[in-house]
């Protein structure tokens, strides 16, 4: 357990040592304060449906960073250790494969979950200012912050295994954005077949990262996408540590 | 302490080590030797615990290396080729990183690397970023990560590739010192280098053993060590040409052949004063050591002829070296192995 907090101690400085961190958080930040932005000023062109946080969450821009995040946070994990060489000393210190696997994921997944709370002082400012909520009820808020944990644990558990496959972060980085995007395109799947039944909902209600954020986001849980992202968060972890460990096999 | 046997590994279709055994004990301080890519680095990466091999078991102080790894692994400190580390992080910052993953308790962190940081004499580098240090500094960082949680055993890839002559003897004077506490298995394909720092040599070749010992009885084994020249160089008082003094001097018993060296200048050697040097042969059927100095000196008296110089030249491990590597049938240059296929 000490040598994994180690581990994951190194991981998260080693982002904010670097400049990458910040340079996404700057940006992440400009496109969703604009997206924040554009999203408040639809309510001063008189009635709507949507609330401010549905409306924040199923706009192109938002999803637009939040797909290009993945492979950004996730194409130096491993392969900067297999290039560089820093792997050997790393792997001949007296640490487990699944120590290392794990501390890389979570120290990512912290880095994630930091890029993403700022967002939420959005909503608070909104709140100050208007004495209004700027959703209909809490459960919006739990349901959308929930969905964007989930999200992120699959996609960047995804990420992590795309990085453990090769040395070239750029190979990693495309490998993942080519995966994610995959996924996250079977939410067209019900423009496609033109009609929408009880099957190719329980389809995309799964897949599409879009239906499930257009439900979450106005307060209605579904457990489908939870063990989904769950399930597939332990695969692809679990392929992560075995691709580690056939580095040994493969050099 | 380290202990091999049946070492073997391969890429592909090229074997990198065949069929190694050997093994270290506390104390020693072990020289790697062998020219590039005959499978040092291999090795060393699989007693590190890096890389599995194919065949054949390791055992670091009694611990099995695949199945108690990472009590073996806790056991070594390693320093691999071109010294891999973080760019991004601090000297000191990264050896207590280093020293708290090796399992140095949280109160003696501060202590050990102060030592390490001490004996590698970069105390004074210590808030600069690694990124930004000299390649000698980096050396010195690795050597530091090596045994900042003071393990028995140091494995040490090419401790001294890529540094100046200035950095190569301070690492050197290090290795010496570091040799009473621990033992020491480091690799070379400098020979003198090995001469100088080890007690033991393995020279390697093409994934074999081909040679152990003592610098001293490798020298003796190579059977090449009398058969090295010895250097005379006198002035003949009655300036007899040196035709006479070849005969005399072939005339000894202990004397094999005498030639008249080359390599004088010539305006040393026209001149009726002149020093005239010889190169002697020993005769190697003598039942004496073979040394033919004390003869050589004894008839320079003699003949009343001034002598300035008489010196054995002892082989050096390279012609050592040389002379094991052509030995072993298929391990010479012109028999390399397939390791690439044929290409039109």
Same mark, same amino acid.
């Given at each position: 357990m000490r040598i994994f907090w180690i581990l994951w101690k190194r991981e998260v400085a080693s982002a904010f040592q670097t400049p990458m961190a910040w340079v996404i958080l700057f940006f992440l930040l400009l496109v969703t304060g604009f997206n924040f932005y554009a999203g408040v000023s639809?309510?001063?062109?008189?009635?709507?449906?949507? %609330?401010?946080?549905?409306?924040?969450?199923?706009?192109?821009?938002?999803?637009?960073?939040? +797909?290009?995040?993945? @492979?950004?946070? %996730?194409?130096?994990?491993?392969?900067?250790?297999?290039?560089?060489?820093?792997?050997?000393? +790393?792997?001949?210190? @007296?640490?487990?494969?699944?120590?290392?696997v794990l501390a890389k994921f979570l120290g990512v997944l912290f880095l994630y979950a930091f890029l993403w709370m700022p967002t939420g002082l959005y909503f608070l400012i909104f709140w100050w200012q208007t004495h209004l909520t700027s959703a209909g009820a809490i459960g919006a808020f739990v349901g959308s912050y929930l969905l964007l944990l989930l999200m992120g644990m699959f996609y960047l558990s995804l990420g992590c295994f795309c990085s453990s496959l090769t040395r070239h972060q750029i190979t990693a980085a495309v490998m993942t954005f080519a995966v994610i995007a995959l996924f996250f395109l079977t939410g067209l799947l019900s423009f496609l077949a033109g009609h929408v039944d009880t099957m190719m909902q329980g389809i995309t209600i799964t897949f599409s990262p879009i239906d499930q954020m257009t439900q979450f986001s106005r307060g209605i849980f579904d457990t489908r996408p939870v063990v989904w992202y769950l399930v597939m968060t332990g695969l692809f972890l679990f392929l992560t540590l075995q691709s580690f460990q056939a580095r040994r096999w493969r050099s | 302490m380290i202990s091999v046997q049946g070492l073997t590994k391969s890429y592909g279709a090229t074997d990198a080590v065949r069929d190694l055994s050997f093994s270290v004990d506390r104390g020693e301080v072990v020289g790697f030797l062998g020219p590039n890519g005959a499978g040092k680095s291999t090795t060393m990466k699989i007693l590190s615990g890096y890389l599995p091999a194919d065949a054949g078991e390791v055992r670091i102080a009694g611990f099995d290396i695949l199945s108690q790894s990472l009590k073996a692994r806790s056991r070594i400190g390693y320093l691999p080729e071109n010294v891999p580390l973080y760019s991004e992080m601090r000297v000191g910052e990264y050896l207590r990183y280093r020293a708290a993953l090796k399992g140095v308790r949280s109160r003696r962190i501060t202590e050990k690397v102060e030592d390490a940081l001490e004996l590698c004499c970069i105390s004074h580098v210590r808030n600069q970023l690694i990124g930004t240090l000299?390649?000698?500094?980096?050396?010195?960082?690795?050597?530091?990560?090596?045994?900042?949680?003071?393990?028995?055993?140091?494995?040490?890839?090419?401790?001294?590739?890529?540094l100046d002559p200035g950095q190569i003897r301070e690492v050197r004077e290090l290795i010496k010192g570091l040799a009473k506490r621990h033992t020491i298995l480091l690799s070379s394909h400098i020979l003198s280098e090995v001469e100088m720092t080890c007690s033991r040599v393995l020279i390697i070749n093409k994934g074999q053993i081909v040679a152990t010992g003592t610098p001293a009885e490798l020298r003796e084994r190579s059977g090449i060590a009398l058969s090295g020249s010895v250097r005379m160089e006198i002035q003949t008082a009655d300036r007899a040409n040196s035709e006479a003094v070849l005969a005399i001097l072939q005339s000894l018993e202990e004397v094999a052949s005498a030639?008249?060296?080359?390599?004088?200048?010539?305006?040393?050697?026209?001149?009726?004063?002149?020093?005239?040097?010889?190169?002697?042969?020993?005769?190697?059927?003598?039942?004496?050591?073979?040394?033919?100095?004390?003869?050589?000196?004894?008839?320079?008296?003699?003949?009343?002829?001034?002598?300035?110089?008489?010196?054995?030249?002892?082989?050096?491990?390279?012609?050592?070296?040389?002379?094991?590597?052509d030995r072993i049938p298929g391990m010479t240059k012109e028999k390399t192995p397939t390791k690439e296929p044929a290409k039109l």
């Open positions: 639809v309510l001063n062109h008189g009635p709507t449906e949507v %609330t401010v946080v549905e409306s924040f969450f199923n706009t192109v821009f938002f999803w637009f960073s939040f +797909l290009l995040l993945f @492979p950004l946070l %996730t194409m130096r994990l491993y392969s900067e250790e297999y290039r560089s060489g820093t792997i050997e000393p +790393l792997m001949t210190a @007296p640490v487990r494969d699944t120590q290392v | 000299s390649k000698g500094y980096r050396q010195r960082v690795g050597l530091a990560d090596a045994l900042v949680n003071e393990p028995d055993i140091l494995i040490l890839d090419e401790p001294t590739i890529g030639t008249l060296a080359e390599s004088l200048p010539s305006s040393i050697t026209t001149s009726t004063t002149s020093w005239t040097r010889y190169e002697i042969v020993p005769s190697l059927s003598l039942s004496s050591s073979g040394d033919p100095r004390p003869a050589l000196f004894e008839e320079a008296v003699r003949r009343g002829w001034k002598l300035r110089e008489l010196s054995a030249h002892e082989s050096s491990l390279e012609e050592i070296f040389t002379s094991f590597v």
